[in-house]
């Protein structure tokens, strides 16, 4: 995955978690629905003035705009954890539930 679908992926969290559509994020700074979609799919980049407006939308830094750890939803590390306990161990899957026990208490 290259930098700009890493800032796009990014931006779409964000705006999902504001509970923003492309459209209101859109007219929040100043741009074109079309041009938030291109930029959350990583066609394009934008402006320094936009990354500002942006930021500011978010209540964010613009280099916390590019904190690019992308964090799966809730339902597919569920998933994912489900089809690697199809294919664990009994061995594996108590160490599994160790640890995880270990962490989350």
Not at 50 to 66: G, Q, S, W, Y
Not at 70 to 85: Q, R, S, T, V
């Given at each position: ?53 942006i930021a500011k939308v978010f209540d964010l830094k613009i280099h916390d705009l590019f904190y ?38």
């Amino acid at each position: 995955m290259n930098s700009l679908q890493l800032f796009g992926r990014r931006l779409k969290e964000l705006r999902k978690r504001r509970k923003l559509t492309q459209e209101q994020l859109a007219e929040l700074v100043d741009l074109d629905p079309k041009q938030i979609c291109r930029i959350e799919n990583g066609s394009c980049f934008t402006t320094f003035d936009t990354l500002e407006k942006i930021a500011k939308v978010f209540d964010l830094k613009i280099h916390d705009l590019f904190y690019s750890e992308y964090k799966k939803p809730k339902d597919a590390l569920i998933k994912e954890m489900n089809e690697i306990f199809l294919d664990a161990s009994d061995e594996d899957i108590e160490l599994i539930y160790k640890i995880v026990t270990a962490v989350v208490r």
